[in-house]
């Protein structure tokens, strides 16, 4: 049963302890803790300052007025953090999504149109659209970054389109002209059940000569399988931990300085991943509480994802000014079975069995056939009798070609009244999605099922190469920009700031479709344009050295789109019930204003930081997909507002010389403001009901302790982590009976609970660490699904279990 929603008194107390943790942090606070200092009650040492890019030049995090949650790369190495999702524990407001690989922040998340969230490799945004189903994200892993930065809110302005939510972006270190560095380092480890994983990289840099600089890394990893892959029908393991992944990144970077003004820097970046099976389990025949985790699906489930991005940077220095300009392109390919062929196919045939009388006669309405053919789908597995086996393979190809020119013109001297940037930005992002279904079998089992053969029960036969369904869409985002920000100091406290952006977008595709389970040949083309303007505007005061607090207001949109042509005969009943005659051929951009407070600074000389902010975004216009359960299709329309309001605390304390701590807390209530409805007709279903929660869970809290002591005369450090995420206080609309998503028999995540220990020793430049992850073995059942709300094959998946390992670094 779903938790209640909020009520309102909760909310009043909720937004009480913000507001009073926030007026805890201004002067009053300050000048108590200044006081402290002066009574010698604080130790000495100093947090290290963090200069971030957030806002397109170098400037310390304190002193921008925003919310930005950053993990340099000392605290990433410190953690063994290794993907976006383990470094989320530790950024408050940050969500990632484990299959489609999408990010959301402070709540704002969707799995239809444009992404809500920039992704970005330096200053180059590689995102995606969502053209179909499965249309995945790839995500950078961690190994050599200079740092994570997570800036939270709209970033429409300096970021563009596809920041609407925010943005994510991994800073990469550059070739240093002046000295050399070097960093290797080797890990391998176990879990209760699964196989070994192991982590083995280097990275190198310095001068090559004296122009020349350059830096290289790279890295290959190893996550050991934890599901094992078994046969339904007889029981017999086919492959133990068949989810293992491997995964292999390079980089390479050359900077050159052919005169003191200009630096040209060269680089490319590459990675692989593949994955063998899904993480995903079946309930009926796995454990959690004895790790015994098994899937029956008769394909397997891989995922083989790779990217190159390469960039051109070439920077300028002249009196008062910088001239920058970013070029690069990318390129990825990824092809994915996201999804079961085999299941959804049989669920599909399952349907049909209940809504119609089976070839003996006897009446499935309700799921009952005496003959045995109903469920096709068991919580066990599989339900053929006499058919034999059954396997259908679905694959999804993600295509992207991107090419992207920004030239930025900026002021130089930070410390100038008037501090500048101006730029233009130009992107092509070639995007391509196919999705394919290859069932040799189909005539087979529809003989078999309606005793029919397949042209007369589908109206065609198979593709030549035994397709029974493919969608094919080859789509062209493109963006001219205009942008510039400012930052004026009033007084030597005040500062005001503003920014603005103008952009020229489009989009269009080219589509084909085909196959008897897509009701045959269909193709057509469209397009959408668009002339957005962006903005913000932030006050910001200085309070002292120590100590800034801010007001800001910014918007962010995503780019519009245009749906791709199906057979709406074949979805006349949906439609018929929606009040329309035809699918809308376009959608518009959406859009979100974010209004921001936020304070941040240091107390007791720096031994104590702080970044805290309170929110409240307003989502208009919200693109999303409508699905038609007649005939299995979907489209993108324009549906609903909703509202993300919330806070953010990082705090980061040296209590002592051996003893410090890290502590983030995040809450974030996102939800439908009014009733999204799928068409204009009186009583047209809900999609999205008012009251409804986005996404993702609304506490975050997590917790880091290092704590440094002698033994043997030999110095170890002994750090504990946890990282603690809340279940979904209000109703779905998966779990929202109002809503036409609505499914029984699913339910939100649980809270879940992730600790880790590590103790490590130097000797000269290495390091040393044991370690062990999910300390408590927490198994939680997460991600709970099946393929329509009549089957009874459930599959979930959960955390790595306990995993003890040794790691081994150096560093000069």
């Not at 985002?477 to 952006?501: C, E, M, P, S």
């Not at 040296?654 to 007709?681: C, E, H, N, Q, W």
């Not at 043997?712 to 206080?729: G, I, K, P």
């Amino acid at each position: 049963m779903a938790a209640p929603a909020i009520s309102a008194q909760a909310k009043k107390k909720i937004g009480a302890c913000a507001l009073g943790l926030f007026l805890v942090l201004l002067p009053g606070g300050v000048a108590w803790g200044d006081g402290a200092l002066q009574a010698g009650n604080a130790p000495s040492g100093a947090i290290e300052v963090v200069v971030v890019t957030a806002t397109r030049r170098a400037e310390n995090v304190d002193k921008v007025p925003e919310s930005v949650g950053v993990l340099s790369k000392v605290k990433m190495r410190a953690l063994d953090l290794k993907t976006i999702a383990d470094a989320a524990q530790f950024i408050p407001g940050i969500a990632v999504a484990p299959d489609s690989h999408s990010i959301s922040i402070r709540g704002i998340a969707s799995s239809a149109g444009a992404g809500v969230t920039g992704i970005y490799v330096d200053d180059v945004p590689i995102q995606m659209r969502s053209l179909d189903f499965n249309s995945n994200d790839t995500l950078p892993e961690l190994f050599d970054l200079e740092r994570i930065e997570v800036l939270r809110g709209p970033q429409g302005t300096l970021f563009g389109a596809g920041s609407e939510g925010g943005a994510v972006r991994y800073i990469t270190p550059q070739p240093n002209a002046t000295d050399y560095e070097g960093y290797a380092r080797s890990e391998i480890s176990a879990s209760t059940s699964g196989s070994l994983n192991y982590d083995v990289g280097f990275a190198a840099g310095g001068p090559l000569a004296d122009e020349l600089a350059f830096r290289v890394s790279a890295w290959r990893r190893r996550e050991g399988g934890t599901v094992d892959k078994f046969d339904d029908q007889t029981g017999r393991t086919i492959l133990r931990n068949a989810n293992a992944a491997e995964s292999t990144g390079v980089r390479g970077a050359l900077g050159w300085t052919p005169t003191s003004a200009l630096t040209l820097t060269a680089s490319d970046y590459f990675q692989q991943r593949f994955q063998r099976d899904s993480d995903a389990f079946w309930i009926g025949v796995s454990s959690l509480d004895d790790g015994t985790l098994r899937n029956g699906t008769p394909e397997a489930l891989a995922d083989h994802d790779h990217f190159n991005l390469a960039s051109l940077k070439a920077d300028y220095q002249f009196s008062g000014a910088e001239l920058i300009s970013n070029t690069s392109y990318f390129r990825r390919l990824e092809r994915v079975n996201g999804y079961s062929g085999t299941l959804y196919n049989l669920s599909y045939f399952q349907q049909l069995l209940a809504a119609r009388t089976d070839p003996m006669g006897d009446d499935c309405t309700g799921g009952q056939c005496a003959n045995g053919l109903y469920p096709l789908l068991t919580p066990t597995g599989i339900n053929l009798p006499g058919f034999g086996a059954y396997k259908s393979v679905a694959t999804v190809t993600n295509a992207q070609r991107n090419f992207i020119e920004e030239v930025r013109l900026q002021s130089n001297d930070a410390g100038a009244r008037l501090v500048w940037l101006a730029g233009l930005f130009y992107a092509l992002d070639t995007q391509q999605a196919i999705d394919a279904v290859n069932d040799p079998q189909l005539p087979a089992i529809t003989q078999y099922l309606w005793e029919e053969d397949i042209v007369t029960a589908w109206g065609e036969n198979l593709l030549p190469n035994g397709d029974a369904f493919i969608n094919n869409t080859v789509a062209h985002d493109h963006q001219l920009a205009a942008f510039a920000n400012g930052t004026y100091a009033l007084t030597d406290a005040w500062k005001i700031q503003g920014g603005v952006r103008y952009a020229q977008t489009g989009f269009d595709f080219r589509n084909y479709s085909d196959g008897p389970e897509n009701f045959g040949f269909n193709s057509g083309t469209g397009r959408q344009s668009e002339s957005p303007i962006t903005w913000m505007s932030s006050v910001s005061y200085q309070m002292n050295d120590a100590a800034m607090v801010y007001a800001t207001v910014a918007n962010g949109y995503r780019i519009g789109g245009a749906n791709a042509p199906f057979p709406e005969e074949s979805c006349q009943a949906d439609l018929k019930d929606l009040g329309i005659d035809h699918v809308p051929e376009s959608y518009d951009s959406d859009r979100i204003t974010s209004y921001e407070l936020g304070a941040k600074g240091g107390l007791f000389g720096g031994r104590l930081h702080y970044a805290a902010s309170v929110y409240r975004a307003l989502w208009d216009d919200i693109q999303q997909a409508n699905y038609l359960s007649s005939c299995g299709f979907q489209y993108v329309t324009n549906l609903g507002t909703a509202a993300s309001s919330g806070f953010d605390l990082d705090l980061d304390w040296i209590a002592s010389d051996a003893l410090r701590m890290g502590i983030t807390v995040g809450y974030t209530d996102a939800y439908f403001t009014r009733d999204s409805r799928a068409g204009p007709k009186p009583g047209a279903a809900v999609i999205a009901h008012k009251g409804d929660a986005l996404s993702g869970s609304p506490w975050a809290l997590s917790v880091d302790v290092q704590y440094e002591l002698t033994v043997a005369a030999q110095a170890v450090t002994l750090r504990f982590d946890d990282a603690f995420s809340s279940r979904v206080s209000r109703l779905t609309p998966i779990t929202d009976p109002i809503s036409s998503q609505f499914d029984p028999g699913l339910r939100t995540d649980p809270a879940t609970n992730l600790a880790s220990i590590r103790a490590s020793t130097k000797v000269g430049r290495a390091e040393v660490t044991l370690f062990v992850e999910n300390l408590f073995d927490s198994h939680p059942l997460l991600d709970l699904d099946h393929q329509d709300q009549s089957t009874l094959l459930y599959e979930a998946a959960t955390l790595r279990p306990r995993t003890i390992g040794v790691s081994m670094s150096y560093s000069y």
